[in-house]
């Protein structure tokens, strides 16, 4: 049996300014902005976290983007999944780095596409504010199926260039709220007709979801209204039917995701959403902490060994940046946990087909949530080198 895994990265392209981003939060706001101005919240805490090799960089740069691919190249990452953003009626944001990876050809380096199909809130990069309500800044929509056929057609030269990661040569598209799309199954017999008619042998379709069941069927995270109003799933075999029910939705897949199972099993289930509750409920914040040395052990569900789910690796999380005291921090993450957690992940793809022997790295390069794996002062290319002795 072949040890070989796919490991595929989530990228963030929000490192670059944009005229949205210029009027909500101020001129030349990028993610640079809460990353440069974080600080340590409790002893010990390591903020801010500066980069090293591609400093504080700026991704409509070409160099950037090559010089990033040939680092994630080195580890032996396959390829980056470039987060894509459709908010209905042909609205997108944060589109140029793609676009420019696109139609340069450049760098030469595999990928495919992630839809964040959600709405864009205060809550993505606050100000400062300790208790800010949330407001909606740019609304998900699903106006229906003409906008789904636009959708389609937009990303059509990227599903047909030879970059693309393929899956049983199916265009791989990860969605991250995959129960928030009404008619999914619609949906997704439209765009699998679509490709076919445009040459290709369908679509890969997967979705992004916790691999622990408390988390509502509105795709927004556990809390004391989800309870009230039975929006979650509890009970025996939480991840079975959760994941069950994105398969019925129509995905091939599933990318699971263990943030929440690990923080659930680090101080039990009752303490863990007790504490949500506290803070969602009677609005004090806290920073509520994690060893990373512990939790990173934490992640993986017996589903995670199925076929069609793709497990997560996470290197660090460390959200202070943008939410402050409102943040969940892993601290104490270093790459040699990292890499224990690598290897433990390897044991559960070992058995399942070559093409679906599958690690999704969260991420490339979220700095903002403090969840990178790009090399920084502290670690250099610590997390990148710990993947690479793992893979190779």
């Avoid at 580890?75 to 997108?92: M, Q, S, V």
């Avoid at 340069?104 to 309500?133: I, V, Y």
């Avoid at 795709?219 to 079975?240: A, E, P, Y």
């Avoid at 093409?355 to 903002?368: A, D, P, R, V, Y």
């Amino acid at each position: 049996m072949s040890e070989k895994a796919r490991v595929i990265a989530f990228y963030l392209p929000q490192f670059h300014p944009i005229p949205e981003n210029d009027e909500w939060w101020g001129k030349g706001f990028t993610e640079w902005t809460n990353v440069g101005k974080a600080k340590p919240l409790f002893r010990g805490h390591y903020q801010p976290h500066v980069p090293a090799d591609l400093g504080y960089y700026d991704l409509r740069m070409p160099e950037i983007r090559e010089a990033q691919a040939e680092l994630a190249r080195e580890a032996g990452i396959e390829g980056f999944c470039y987060w894509h953003y459709w908010f209905g009626n042909g609205k997108r944001i944060l589109e140029r780095p793609f676009n420019e990876v696109l139609a340069s050809g450049k760098p030469d380096f595999p990928f495919c596409l992630g839809w964040a199909n959600h709405s864009w809130t205060t809550k993505s990069w606050e100000k400062g504010k300790t208790l800010q309500d949330t407001s909606i800044i740019i609304e998900q929509e699903y106006p229906g199926e003409t906008d789904h056929i636009e959708h389609f057609n937009c990303l059509l030269p990227a599903f047909k260039d030879k970059r693309y990661i393929k899956i049983e040569e199916k265009p791989l598209f990860v969605v991250y709220h995959p129960l928030n799309i009404p008619d999914s199954k619609e949906f997704i017999d439209l765009w699998n007709n679509l490709a076919i008619n445009n040459g290709l042998k369908g679509i890969h379709f997967v979705g992004v979801e916790a691999n622990f069941g408390v988390q509502s069927f509105s795709g927004q995270s556990f809390g004391f209204r989800s309870i009230i109003n039975k929006k979650i799933i509890l009970g025996k075999d939480v991840t079975k039917k959760l994941f069950e029910k994105v398969i019925s939705a129509g995905f091939d897949a599933v990318i699971s995701r263990g943030m929440n199972l690990a923080q659930a099993r680090y101080e039990t289930f009752f303490i863990h959403y007790m504490k949500k509750a506290i803070k969602q409920v009677l609005k004090i914040n806290f920073v509520m902490k994690y060893n990373y040395s512990k939790i990173s052990r934490l992640l993986f569900a017996e589903e995670d060994k199925w076929d069609n789910i793709y497990p997560t690796i996470i290197p660090n999380w460390d959200r202070t940046p943008r939410s402050g005291k409102k943040s969940v921090v892993w601290h104490n993450c270093r790459p040699e946990y990292f890499k224990k957690q690598v290897e433990q992940a390897m044991d559960i793809i070992k058995n399942k087909p070559e093409e679906h022997k599958i690690l999704f790295l969260m991420s490339w390069n979220e700095w903002g949530e403090g969840n990178h794996v790009e090399p920084d002062l502290k670690y250099g290319k610590g997390y990148l080198e710990a993947l690479k002795e793992v893979l190779k």
